[in-house]
């Protein structure tokens, strides 16, 4: 990877990272989720932003698949849940994608249209290309739109043919999602794909500012990659990579997590000193170089009195 990027994981044993000249998301191994942010914020109103890519899934059993994800910019990107959600929805136990806006999935198994809240899912759609909607910690990240919308799928069963998985050759997957916001209070997008001849549309242009649960479009978005493996495995790998915006700046180091150092040990009442260290990479090897504001508040307090433990901090 280069500096213009910035990779992480929220389950599994691997990162992202270049793999015989292209982007490895997921090894052929259960339960991963990963993501790979790029290093530039794109303006949320009044722009025009392009997403071009090679799309490659292969070498396991069939699952999960890949999401290029907008998020808000003013929120650290953390991916999601593993499995179905593709790194960027959420499980009841599993947070979903840190400040998520809009996830376009690209899916083998078919689950990121079916899992989640049960309110907001519309069943298993295998082979699929799926847009979920904005979501934090555990909630939302609702199914917005998708390839096979209504249900219909092919004899196969599966929404898309030829299908988005068992592809490491000839004809190339290439994938172009939209995201137009040239007309106020508007962000229109759509997934169009390329395996022969020219681009087709999957998933129609749509509103996605209008859709039903959608949080307040943020000042600004940043763009992650993100994938995913459950019981079933793939290799997921991106390659040339294209991404065009009438607007777009370069954005200062990401926090990737803050380590805490204190002087005692084990829980206790009396005073210590506490270091934070606001950590550009998962072993805070690199600490970010700039001024860092955070702000603790208590997250649960258990019981009370002489003897309680202590409230439970955590740092937004």
């Known amino acids: 990877m280069t500096d213009n990027w910035v990779v ?10 270049i793999v015989n000249g292209r982007l490895r998301q997921t090894e052929s191994a259960g339960n991963q989720a990963t993501s790979a942010t790029y290093q530039r914020l794109f303006l949320a109103a009044d722009n025009l932003v392009i997403i071009e890519f ?6 396991g059993s069939g699952a999960d698949g890949i999401a ?13 849940a593993a499995g179905g959600p593709l790194g960027y929805g959420a499980r009841s136990n599993v947070d979903g994608f840190a400040g998520g806006w809009l996830g376009f999935g690209i899916d083998e198994y078919g689950n990121f249209s079916g899992e989640g809240s049960n309110s907001y899912n519309v069943g298993q759609r ?30 196969n069963g599966d929404c898309l043919n030829p299908r988005v998985d068992d592809n490491n050759g000839s004809p190339t997957h290439r994938y172009r999602i939209t995201v137009d916001s040239r007309i106020a209070g508007q962000s229109i997008v759509e997934v169009q794909r390329r395996t022969s001849g020219g681009f ?12 039903t649960g959608q949080a307040a479009v943020p000042d600004d978005f940043i763009l992650s990659l993100t994938g995913s493996t459950g019981g079933s495995t793939n290799i997921h790998e991106i390659d040339n990579v294209e991404i065009c915006a009438l607007e777009s700046r370069p954005i200062s180091v990401v926090i990737d997590h803050f ?4 002087s005692g040990s ?18 805070c090897s690199q600490t970010v170089p700039d001024q860092v504001t955070a702000t603790l508040s208590p997250a649960s307090v258990t019981g009370g ?3 309680a433990a202590p409230a439970l901090w955590v740092i937004r």
Not at 8 to 17: E, R
Not at 54 to 59: E, P, T
Not at 200 to 211: G, K
């Open 8 to 17: 992480a994981k929220s389950s599994g044993n691997f990162t992202p990272a």
């Open 54 to 59: 090679d799309h490659f899934a292969y070498g």
């Open 68 to 80: 290029v994800v907008l998020s808000d910019a003013s929120v650290t990107p953390q991916p999601g």
């Open 126 to 155: 295998r082979q699929s290309v799926a847009v979920r909607g904005s979501g934090s910690g555990t909630s939302g990240y609702r199914y917005l739109k998708g390839a096979c919308n209504n249900g219909t799928t092919n004899t």
């Open 200 to 211: 087709v549309s999957i998933v129609p242009p749509f509103d996605a500012e209008s859709q």
């Open 259 to 262: 380590e805490f150092t204190h």
């Open 266 to 283: 084990g829980l206790t009442c009396s005073p210590e000193n506490i270091t934070i260290k606001a950590c550009a990479n998962a072993d």
């Open 305 to 307: 009195g002489a003897g």
